[in-house]
């Protein structure tokens, strides 16, 4: 299953090339305002490329395939929320940030609530942002490793150093320019992977249409009002929910707002993002489709493949011309290593650093505050992913959490974007109310020890769904009863 050698190199030449690209721009970071903000000159073209490579991971890349190829096209319905949240970002959010003017996403939060929801605010995304790092590199080195021959520590480590390193030197020019390069890269790679399963599959085109409505693969869910299964309205309700808070509180999103030479640029970069995300994700899920018409008809090429996720790599091992594989291959690195990196560590320096241990920082100790803590979070996001190698189980722990993190995070957010009466204690009240019946809805499925009718009967979608709207519930109705009191 290893992959020849000219595709090693094709590989080798890519990942080379993004380093050396992203090194680039190291002359024009040497101040803060370059190093986060690019001197607010950046084009909407290319901030809205390199958001939509944020949008793709080695998750989606590689396990949406294997789910349209196991089941059908229903996780593909979260994409179709995307627009929708685009739309309240560009009439809402970005404006908002841009009229702010400040870097850190969750600096408006102690204006408006006090310290403790921005530092809270912070510390979640930090989390989950080092859960996300470690979850998408260590999920590339399970794919990639047995294509390239290498072990799955060595990939997390290659991975690993070379996000930290280009961001480290360039900065966010250099993840935004490198974000273009690899967004145009994983859009080729999965294009190239359609083009041999139309001209592979006995039949072509037709006959993966006919085979996918056959087997109902293009069903996208159930149109029931059910809360407990992936429902279409319960998966679209989840990824209205998830891309309201990549656009509205995600500190690597609204950072590329701030950097946008103006409004209009920063708004064009939203709809750009969001609207390449959609197709590109009807891509990968037709690949699954393909895959299972391609091997449905030519069983014996899938040798001992068993699991769908496989199936994938597998293929790309197989069956593309020599030099188009390690494209691919590349495309899976480079939906992998967008770096949220220089994020955590503007929010390291503006929200930890220079609002606790010295608010009166200069350049040069700004700049090293930068410089290590991108350093030190591309270490512990690199940890994280080589611990999930000794416990997969991790993987489902580290999700749980996020979840809950950034259900916190978003429903505090509406909060005090909605009302305008809501105060520190009915926010407070809010978020704790949410986040214990976000670890309630997390984890009592799993308790043994609790009776069935005390777990959560609803679907583990609607857990961020549920615990937003209890945030933004409950601190609307405690500010108005304090409010009349």
């Known amino acids: ?56 991971s080695s998750i989606s890349f590689l396990a ?53 929801a921005r530092t809270y605010a912070v510390v979640c995304f930090l989390l989950t942002q080092m859960a996300r790092m470690g979850t998408v590199v260590y999920l590339l080195a399970l794919a990639v490793a047995p294509l390239v021959g290498w072990d799955v520590k060595i990939v997390i480590l290659v991975a690993g150093t070379l996000m930290t390193t280009y961001t480290v030197l360039g900065g966010i020019r250099a993840v935004v320019w490198t974000g273009v390069l690899q967004s145009l890269v994983l859009v080729a790679g999965p294009l190239v992977c359609v083009a041999a399963l139309l001209l592979k599959t006995p039949g072509g085109l037709l006959q993966i249409l006919d085979v996918g409505w056959a087997e109902h693969k293009f069903s996208l869910g159930s149109l029931g009002p059910s809360l407990t299964q992936p429902t279409f309205w319960v998966v679209l ?48 899920f037709f690949i699954g489709t393909s895959l299972f018409a391609f091997y449905g008809a030519r069983p014996e090429l899938l040798g001992s493949v068993t699991q769908p996720d496989q199936v994938f790599p597998h293929f790309i091992a197989t069956q593309l011309p020599m ?43 700004a700049m090293r505050v930068l ?39 978003l429903g505090l957010f509406l909060l005090g974007l909605i009302s305008r ?13 949410g986040i214990l019946l976000i670890v309630w809805m997390s984890l009592s499925p799993h308790w043994d020890w609790l009776p069935e009718p005390l777990r959560s009967p609803l679907h583990s979608f609607m857990t961020i769904v549920v615990g937003t709207l209890s945030i933004l519930l409950v601190g609307l109705a405690v500010s108005r009863l304090t409010s009349r009191a």
Not at 4 to 31: E, H, K, Q
């Open 1 to 56: 299953m290893k992959l020849p050698a000219a595709d090693i190199t094709v590989l080798l030449i890519y990942l080379v090339g993004v380093v050396g690209f992203g090194c680039w721009f190291v002359r024009r970071s040497r101040d803060t305002e370059g190093f986060m903000v690019a001197g607010r000159s950046l084009p909407g073209w290319a901030l809205g490329l390199s958001m939509f490579g944020s949008y793709i």
């Open 64 to 116: 949406n395939p294997g789910k349209s190829y196991g089941s059908n096209w229903n996780p593909f319905v979260f994409s179709l929320a995307t627009p929708i949240a685009a739309a309240v970002a560009v009439k809402w959010f970005v404006p908002f940030y841009r009229r702010t003017g400040e870097v850190s996403a969750y600096e408006h939060l102690e204006h408006r609530f006090g310290g403790w």
């Open 237 to 284: 309700v989840y990824g209205l929910v998830i891309n309201l808070g990549n656009f509205g509180i995600d500190q690597s999103y609204v950072q590329r707002y701030i950097t946008a030479r103006n409004d209009r640029e920063a708004a064009k970069s939203v709809w750009l993002a969001a609207l390449l995300y959609v197709p590109t994700a009807a891509v990968f």
């Open 323 to 365: 030099g188009l594989a390690g494209l691919v291959v590349a495309a899976i690195f480079a939906a992998s290593m967008d770096s949220n990196l220089n994020s955590m560590a503007t929010l390291t320096l503006c929200d930890i650093y220079k609002r606790y241990i010295r608010p009166g920082a200069g350049e040069r100790e």
């Open 371 to 409: 410089h290590v803590s991108t350093l030190l979070w591309g270490l512990l996001g690199t940890g994280v992913a080589l611990a999930m190698i000794r416990a997969e189980s991790a993987l489902d722990v580290w999700w749980e959490m996020a979840g809950i993190f950034s259900g916190g995070m």
């Open 421 to 433: 009466r809501a105060n520190s204690p009915a926010a407070l009240t809010g978020v704790t109310v």
